[in-house]
C-alpha cells in the first residue's frame, strides 16, 4: 500500500466505511474487530456469540493448530476490516468504489489485479537484466 496514491484524509473515510458496514466484511459477512476492542474482548464476543446464539463459524476461524508447534494459534488478520476500492484507484474515493473487506476476501478481491502487476514487475526486471547484460532494445516501449 502506498499511502502517497490515496488522500490525506484516507483514514476518516475509510472509518466511515466500516462504521456504515457496522465491522462487518460486506462480502463474507465476517465480523471484525472494532479500534476500541482488545484481541481478547473480540475473542470474548465471537465466543458469546457462539454459545449463545450457535454462530460458531467464525469462533472456529480464529484459531488454528499449528503442527510444528503442537498447539493452537490466533489468526488475528482474518479479523481486521479494511476497505477496498472496487476499480483498483486509490484515488477514487467515490463511495460507490469503496467497500468493507475483511482481510480474506480483500486478498481475495485483489488477486487478479496483484498477479497482473506481479507479472509486469517480472517482465520488467528481465528486460532490464538483460539491458544490463548488453542486450539492446530494437524496439522502444
Keep these: 500500500m502506498n499511502r502517497k496514491l490515496y488522500p490525506k484524509n484516507w483514514e476518516s473515510i475509510a472509518l466511515e466505511i466500516k462504521e456504515a458496514a457496522d465491522w462487518h466484511c460486506q462480502e463474507c459477512q465476517r465480523p471484525c474487530k472494532r479500534p476500541s476492542q482488545s484481541w481478547d474482548e ?12 450457535g454462530e460458531d ?14 498447539c493452537e494459534l490466533p489468526k488475528y488478520r482474518r479479523f481486521v476490516l479494511t476497505v477496498a476500492h ?8 467515490d463511495r460507490n468504489n ?3 473487506l ?13 498477479a ?26
Design 42 to 53: 473480540f475473542a470474548e464476543q465471537l465466543n458469546g456469540n457462539a454459545v449463545h446464539f
Design 57 to 70: 463459524k467464525w469462533w472456529s476461524e480464529l484459531f488454528e493448530y499449528e503442527e510444528e508447534l503442537g
Design 86 to 93: 472496487l476499480d483498483h484507484d486509490p484515488s477514487n474515493c
Design 98 to 100: 469503496l467497500k468493507a
Design 102 to 114: 475483511c482481510s480474506v476476501c480483500h486478498l481475495r478481491y485483489d488477486a487478479t489485479e496483484h
Design 116 to 141: 497482473k502487476k506481479a507479472a509486469s514487475t517480472r517482465f520488467r526486471k528481465k528486460q532490464q537484466q538483460l539491458e544490463n547484460s548488453g542486450q539492446l532494445k530494437l524496439f522502444g516501449n
